[in-house]
């Protein structure tokens, strides 16, 4: 039974900061390619940063410079560091684990709200 659990979500002030984690189990974690995804009230979900297998990253352009995604295989855990959060940075955020032969699975989310 795949199971990806976040934590780390909550309520910050902008600029503030937060770090997301979500550990896997269930899965050969060094093969996925894991990442984040959010959505937003009335939005589609949107990819935020990912990170594969051989530590390779990207990352969607409005969070460039502020978050970083990491991995450690041998926690079965992938981060997300959330820096100079801003009000537009508020949504569930969910973890997405994606193996090409196998498919994907995702975490039931966390809520960041960034809000003064």
């Known amino acids: 039974q795949v199971q990806l659990v976040e934590s780390g979500g909550g309520l910050v002030q902008p600029g503030g900061s937060l770090r997301l984690s979500c550990v896997a189990s269930?899965?050969?974690?060094?093969?996925?390619?894991m990442g984040w995804y959010r959505q937003a009230p009335g939005k589609q979900r949107e990819l935020v940063a990912r990170v594969t297998s051989d530590g390779s990253t990207d990352y969607a352009d409005s969070v460039k410079g502020r978050f970083t995604i990491s991995r450690d295989n041998a926690k079965n855990t992938v981060y997300l560091q959330m820096n100079t959060l801003k009000p537009e940075d508020t949504a569930v955020y969910y973890c997405n684990a994606y193996a090409t032969v196998v498919g994907q699975f995702w975490g039931q989310g966390t809520q960041v709200t960034v809000s003064s």
């Open positions: 269930g899965i050969i974690f060094n093969m996925y390619t």
